[in-house]
T-cell receptor, first 117, second 112 residues
Framework: KAGVTQTPRYLIKTRGQQVTLSCSPI?????VSWYQQTPGQGLQFLFE???????NKGNFPGRFSGRQFSNSRSEMNVSTLELGDSALYLC????????????????FGQGTRLTVV | SQQGEEDPQALSIQEGENATMNCSYK?????LQWYRQNSGRGLVHLIL?????REKHSGRLRVTLDTSKKSSSLLITASRAADTASYFC????????????FGAGTRLFVKA
């Protein structure tokens, strides 16, 4: 079956602009999480969505937002881009057990590499 | 702040040797997972160990979990050059929804 698809793969934006990244999870997976990866900070959790609801949020400013659609596809948006937002943004989907009692492994997309100039 | 912290940060070994990486975490967990990442690509899931398990095997991988010490180790036996990658542990908290927190990773370099 198809894996997690992230688009676009690469993006160059200018400071102050906004950007929207897309993630299509594996069919049947209802949980989608987003991560930011930078050489200095490692993998930082952004947020997690389940059934169109944000269940958890990491420690990022309000410029970072996301949403999930009824088909489980997710988007994340970063407004007023800063140079420090340059990173690899990874999306992961998982088949979370209903009721939140345990989660299975996460399947990652290849990521979107965002460069802010 | 990171939940998991891997140790060592970097490891260089010869092909055929064993590689051991450790992970420590801070809060109670539902499960702990190990992932591999090849040069800036997406992560690949290796193995999941639940909080009530102590050891798990998968091919050349062996994972142990000590919840009393809040630590886990990943052993790769008979390493190959293709094992060269960054390895991350990820903890899944069992409180308030799912927040999978990754450590900073161990960079493994296997010399042929």
């Amino acid at each position: 079956k198809a894996g997690v698809t992230q688009t676009p793969r690469y993006l160059i934006k200018t400071r102050g602009q906004q950007v929207t990244l897309s993630c299509s999870p594996i069919s049947g997976h209802r949980s989608v999480s987003w991560y930011q990866q930078t050489p200095g900070q490692g993998l930082q959790f952004l947020f997690e969505y389940f059934s169109e609801t944000q269940r958890n949020k990491g420690n990022f400013p309000g410029r970072f937002s996301g949403r999930q659609f009824s088909n489980s596809r997710s988007e994340m948006n970063v407004s007023t881009l800063e140079l420090g937002d340059s990173a690899l943004y990874l999306c992961a989907s998982s088949k979370t057990i209903e009721g939140g009692r345990g989660s299975t492994e996460a399947f990652f997309g290849q990521g979107t590499r965002l460069t802010v100039v | 702040s990171q939940q998991g912290e891997e140790d060592p940060q970097a490891l260089s070994i010869q092909e055929g040797e064993n590689a051991t990486m450790n992970c420590s975490y801070k809060t109670s967990i539902n499960n702990l997972q190990w992932y591999r990442q090849n040069s800036g690509r997406g992560l690949v899931h290796l193995i999941l160990i639940r909080s009530n398990e102590r050891e798990k095997h998968s091919g050349r991988l062996r994972v142990t979990l000590d919840t009393s010490k809040k630590s886990s180790s990943l052993l790769i036996t008979a390493s190959r050059a293709a094992d060269t990658a960054s390895y991350f542990c990820a903890t899944v908290s069992n409180t308030g929804g799912f927040k999978t927190i990754f450590g900073a990773g161990t960079r493994l370099f296997v010399k042929a």
